[in-house]
C-alpha cells in the first residue's frame, strides 16, 4: 500500500482532532502496522496525550524551521512513534513566512520523504485552523480526515476547508484526497441523526460509517495520558475508534 501521509484536519476546535489522531495510531499500530504521529498543533496535545512531552526535545518547530537533528521518539505503545509539538509552534508561522531562503509550503513534505516509507503510515496532528502549518501538513500528506462534532454549528467552515483542500491539490499536491470525514461524541438525539443525513448527502462515500459514540472513558483515557483503546478498551469508544481504523483502511485498500 506505501506509505499513507494522513492529516487529520478540522478548522474548529473541540472537536476530538487530537483524540482521533492518537487513537486510530494506536489502533493502528495495534492493528500490526508502524506508525508515526507528527504534532504540529501548538497546544501539542497529542504529544501530551503520548507521555512524550519533554521541554528539552526536538519538535516540529525545529523540524519545520530546517534545523538538523533527530525529531522522532520512541512511545510505549510497540511501533508507534512521534514527533512532538510543543508551544514554540506558535511562533513558527511568522518565522517560517519570514525565511525566505527555502521553499516554505514543502518543508514537511520534504522531511517526510527522506524517512524513505519507514512507516506505514504517518498521522499529522493539525492546529485548528488554515496556515503555513496546516498548508505544510497537506502538501505532505496523501489524504485528509476530518472530524466533525456535531452542534449547530457543526458545517461552519467545511466548504471553506474542501476548497483549502482543493487549492492545495490544485497548487502543489495533485495526489491529495479527502479520505474522508466522521462523526465524534455522537449521541442518539434527533439532531444528530439529521445532520449525519445531510453529510451523508454533501458527502457520499466520502462520509465514513462508523462514529465514535460520546463516552466518558475518552476523558478518563487523558487524565491517564493514554489511548483509550489501551486505557479501557472494552468502552464503546475504544470499539468504535477499532471499527473506525478498520474502516479507513478498508477504504485505503480499495482506494489503492
Same mark, same amino acid.
Given at each position: 500500500?506505501?506509505?499513507?501521509?494522513?492529516?487529520?484536519?478540522?478548522?474548529?476546535?473541540?472537536?476530538?482532532?487530537?483524540?482521533?489522531?492518537?487513537?486510530?495510531?494506536?489502533?493502528?499500530?495495534?492493528?500490526?502496522?508502524?506508525?508515526?504521529?507528527?504534532?504540529?498543533?501548538?497546544?501539542?496535545? @497529542?504529544?501530551?496525550?503520548?507521555? $512524550?512531552?519533554? +521541554?528539552?526535545?526536538?519538535?516540529?518547530?525545529?523540524?519545520?524551521?530546517?534545523?538538523?537533528?533527530?525529531?522522532?521518539?520512541?512511545?510505549?505503545?510497540? @511501533?508507534?512513534?512521534?514527533?512532538?509539538?510543543?508551544?514554540?509552534?506558535?511562533?513558527?508561522?511568522?518565522?517560517?513566512?519570514?525565511?525566505?531562503?527555502? @521553499?516554505? +509550503?514543502?518543508?514537511?513534505?520534504?522531511?517526510?520523504? $527522506?524517512?524513505?516509507?519507514?512507516?506505514?503510515?504517518?498521522?499529522?496532528?493539525?492546529?485548528? $485552523?488554515?496556515?503555513?502549518?496546516?498548508?505544510?501538513?497537506?502538501?505532505?500528506?496523501?489524504?485528509?480526515?476530518?472530524?466533525?462534532?456535531?452542534?449547530? /454549528?457543526?458545517?461552519?467552515?467545511?466548504?471553506?476547508?474542501?476548497?483549502?483542500?482543493? +487549492?492545495?491539490?490544485?497548487?502543489?499536491?495533485?495526489?491529495?484526497?479527502?479520505?474522508?470525514? /466522521?462523526?465524534?461524541?455522537?449521541?442518539?438525539?434527533?439532531?444528530?441523526?439529521?445532520?449525519? @443525513? +445531510?453529510?451523508?448527502?454533501?458527502?457520499?462515500?466520502?462520509?465514513?460509517?462508523?462514529?465514535?459514540?460520546?463516552?466518558?472513558?475518552?476523558?478518563?483515557?487523558?487524565?491517564?495520558?493514554?489511548?483509550?483503546?489501551?486505557?479501557?478498551?472494552?468502552?464503546?469508544?475504544?470499539?468504535?475508534?477499532?471499527?473506525?481504523?478498520?474502516?479507513?483502511?478498508?477504504?485505503?485498500?480499495?482506494?489503492?
Amino acid at each position: 500500500m506505501g506509505t499513507r501521509v494522513i492529516s487529520f484536519l478540522n478548522i474548529k476546535g473541540g472537536v476530538g482532532k487530537t483524540i482521533s489522531t492518537t487513537n486510530i495510531g494506536a489502533a493502528l499500530d495495534k492493528m500490526g502496522y508502524s506508525v508515526l504521529i507528527i504534532d504540529i498543533d501548538p497546544q501539542s496535545n @497529542a504529544t501530551k496525550y503520548l507521555s $512524550s512531552y519533554k +521541554e528539552d526535545d526536538l519538535s516540529s518547530y525545529e523540524l519545520l524551521k530546517g534545523e538538523t537533528g533527530i525529531y522522532i521518539k520512541a512511545t510505549k505503545y510497540n @511501533a508507534l512513534q512521534i514527533v512532538p509539538g510543543n508551544i514554540k509552534l506558535i511562533m513558527a508561522e511568522n518565522e517560517i513566512m519570514l525565511d525566505t531562503r527555502k @521553499a516554505r +509550503e514543502t518543508r514537511l513534505k520534504k522531511w517526510i520523504d $527522506s524517512l524513505d516509507h519507514e512507516f506505514d503510515f504517518i498521522l499529522i496532528d493539525c492546529p485548528p $485552523s488554515l496556515n503555513i502549518l496546516t498548508t505544510n501538513a497537506l502538501v505532505a500528506s496523501t489524504e485528509v480526515l476530518v472530524p466533525i462534532k456535531i452542534d449547530k /454549528f457543526a458545517l461552519d467552515g467545511f466548504e471553506y476547508l474542501m476548497s483549502a483542500i482543493e +487549492e492545495t491539490r490544485e497548487e502543489f499536491n495533485p495526489h491529495l484526497n479527502l479520505l474522508g470525514a /466522521f462523526i465524534t461524541m455522537d449521541k442518539s438525539t434527533t439532531i444528530n441523526r439529521d445532520i449525519k @443525513a +445531510e453529510l451523508d448527502q454533501i458527502l457520499g462515500d466520502k462520509f465514513l460509517k462508523q462514529t465514535i459514540r460520546e463516552n466518558v472513558a475518552v476523558t478518563k483515557s487523558t487524565f491517564h495520558e493514554t489511548p483509550v483503546i489501551y486505557h479501557d478498551p472494552k468502552s464503546n469508544s475504544a470499539k468504535d475508534y477499532i471499527k473506525l481504523t478498520e474502516e479507513i483502511v478498508n477504504v485505503l485498500t480499495r482506494v489503492i
